[in-house]
């Protein structure tokens, strides 16, 4: 008896360790928390393109589109560069080859003649003088007059005397003409202007290309429209790409010169990493979306969420392509007055930023490591293995300090991973004593909470930073702790036989195998095993299948989302309210009156907790979002819980009375 007094004595001295060191972490913590709510202004953006294709043929002109278009809310227009490609895509300029042109002049003989001599590609000179003043400036092109029009000719054999500003062509490297079509001839400076006077904040879409970075980088310092410009660039490269120096070196001048980045949610573009720690992650949110014409209230629901829930700071729209002109203006429109009505007061429009820079205080991390490793060495004290937890806490300490000497972040999120699977366990384990009072359920429901929400602070001020805010970097792992815990869970559940199972093995050795392997072996399969099996696997395939954005949910569950969020501003996780937390509740009565049936029921019980601690472990959503639909998943299961006992304790009466009648 003295040593066990003696235990819990020493297991309380730990408790209060980790609270206190837990509790150090918060300062840091609120750190990100003000960083977040400080940022509350988002902007629509559309592209130059499509605001061209709106007018198209269509009773308003460019400058009446744009004015319609600022009063419905969009703030900001992006305009992708000038390249005699582009030009040709929007008929500006028309492309011809020397047989094309034979053609035409098949009774010009004189013409004819020049054709011969002179075989290469000819191009219309465009009719916008600013633009034929560009391309003139960066090209050494003759210009030859067929019939009635002057055109560019650019010979087959194509040489760097063609361009006359700087690029970069490997050794033993030719140009070709599809180089020349692609290559960077600089932003319409009368559009930006237009745009600006319009009210437009522009956005610039650079597209990396060795030959014409040296050029690009040029004309971008050079020519920087406004003081807060920012760069969202095309393609699945950023400039510079793929070597890592020659993007660091590109991204640092332009960060230099006022330049800001966009960051495209749910793309990989090469040198996003470089770019981000390059800047200091002086980078904007962007989420890309198409306007759903059959429902364009549902593009507003994706956009509120995207604003309100994932730090998304920008929404970059796009119209269907096979809308007629006047529809998509008016589309656009609808979408926009319905956004700026339907978005939560404290967001509004205006000129966006990066999130503020802020040093992660190394007091907050330093706490959070010896926090984790302590409660790590309780958690295991759950294994009847002495030197277990031992081994738990020396690992751990040795990882967070290799984190803090290193600052290698695959130990820290190493440190993260197990301290999640772990916290989510063991919340689950801390209340398995069963109750069967209201205040008894309640104490074990507030214990399970308690470990929670160490776990989630302690997680928190490891992955804390502007690359988490971002999205640059993420919790590894996120599989593994919404299904390591409920096999942990599992065992303990089965640990009474397997403790059997472990003595016949170690006095049977073999012999206990092959006769359990034979009873395996003739074991009558029926019909309803197949079918119980099938469904647990079916659904373990499920619940694993929507633990990440590829998961597909139901109409009806996207409807049922949808009604708790205009309800409840954000809706608590259906893993969590609706089946983790009130199993758990339900496993602790049971537990007290059935304590076999109880056991299992934990194992459903604790997804409610691992998923609590997953999130939290979506960086890139506000704390208070997390915070306010936690509150929500564990008021609304406890009551569910609470209804369950009543559910069961009615069957069971009636099902005594129909055993006894």
């Known amino acids: ?48 393109s499509e605001v061209l294709n709106m007018t198209e043929n269509g009773a308003l002109s460019i400058e009446d589109t744009l004015h319609d278009l600022h009063e419905a809310g969009l703030t900001s227009i992006s305009i992708e560069p000038i390249t005699l490609q582009q030009l040709i895509n929007d008929d500006s300029i028309t492309l011809y080859t020397t047989e094309d042109l034979m053609d035409l002049v098949r009774f010009d003989e004189e013409k004819r003649a020049q054709l011969k001599e002179e075989k290469g590609t000819y191009l219309t000179v465009p009719n916008d003088q600013d633009v034929r003043n560009m391309i003139d400036e960066v090209f050494n092109f003759d210009t030859v007059t067929i019939g009635p029009s002057d055109l560019y000719f650019i010979p087959r054999q194509v040489t760097e005397t063609l361009v006359q500003v700087p690029i970069t062509v490997e050794e033993d490297e030719t140009l070709s003409i599809d180089d020349l079509l692609g290559f960077h001839i600089g932003f319409n400076q009368a559009v930006i202007e237009r745009l600006e006077a319009a009210g437009y904040s522009v956005i610039l879409r650079p597209e990396n290309n060795p030959l014409h970075n040296a050029y690009l980088l040029m004309d971008l310092l050079e020519n920087k429209p406004s003081e807060d410009t920012g760069l969202l660039f095309t393609g699945t490269e950023l400039i510079g790409a793929p070597k890592p120096g020659d993007i660091a070196d590109a991204t640092s001048s332009l960060n230099d010169a006022g330049y800001y980045f966009y960051f495209i949610e749910f793309s990989n573009q090469q040198g996003l990493t470089t770019m981000g720690t390059t800047t200091n992650y002086n980078v904007v949110r962007l989420h890309s979306l198409k306007i759903d014409e059959e429902s364009p209230q549902e593009s507003i629901y994706r956009s509120i969420r995207a ?31 319905r956004l700026d009505t339907n978005m939560p007061a404290t967001f509004s429009k205006g000129d966006v930023q990066a999130f503020e820079t802020y040093n992660v205080s190394t007091l907050s991390v330093i706490s959070a490591i010896i926090a984790g490793a302590l409660f790590i060495f309780i958690a295991l004290a759950l294994i009847k293995i002495k030197w277990v937890k031992y081994v738990g806490l020396i690992g751990m300490l040795l990882g967070g300090l290799g984190y803090i000497v290193t600052d290698i972040i695959l130990l820290m999120q190493a440190f993260g991973l197990i301290l999640a699977i772990m916290g989510a366990t063991y919340a689950t384990l801390i209340g398995a004593s069963g109750q069967t009072t209201i205040k008894g359920i309640t104490l074990q429901y507030l214990k399970a909470i308690g470990v929670t929400t160490i776990t989630v602070l302690l997680i928190l001020a490891l992955y804390n930073g502007n690359a988490f805010i971002n999205g640059f970097e993420h919790f590894k792992g996120v599989t593994l702790v919404y299904a390591v815990p409920m096999v942990l869970v599992a065992l303990w559940s089965m640990s009474d036989h397997l403790l059997a199972v472990y003595r016949k093995l170690a006095t049977e050795k073999w012999t206990y195998v092959k006769n359990q392997f034979q009873r395996f072996l003739d074991w009558q399969v029926k019909y309803w095993h197949v079918i119980a099996l099938s469904l647990v696997l079916v659904g373990f395939l499920y619940y694993i299948s929507r633990t990440g954005n590829a998961g597909v949910a139901a109409d009806f569950e996207i409807w049922f989302r949808q009604k708790l969020e205009n309800l409840l501003y954000v809706r608590p996780r259906t893993k969590e309210f609706l089946i983790g937390l009130p199993a758990f509740v339900l496993a602790v009565y049971l537990t007290g009156r059935f304590p076999k049936l109880g056991r299992f029921v934990y194992i459903v019980g604790s997804i409610g907790f691992l998923s609590i601690v997953n999130t939290f472990s979506h960086f890139h959503i506000p704390i208070y979002i997390s915070v306010i639909r936690t509150i929500y998943s564990l008021v609304i299961g406890y009551i569910l819980g609470l209804i369950l006992i009543y559910i069961f304790k009615w069957i069971e009466k009636k099902i005594i009375r129909l055993i006894g009648g």
């Open 307 to 337: 604003v309100k829930e994932r730090n998304i700071r920008s929404l970059f729209l796009r119209t269907p392509e096979t809308l007629a002109n006047d529809r998509a203006l008016d589309l656009t429109i609808t979408y926009l007055n």
């Open 1 to 48: 008896m003295k040593e066990r007094t003696l235990t819990l004595k020493n297991k309380t001295y730990l408790w209060i360790a980790i609270i206190v060191f837990t509790l150090l972490t918060i300062p840091g913590i609120m750190q990100r928390f003000t960083t977040e709510t400080n940022q509350n202004h988002y902007e629509t953006v559309l592209p130059y």
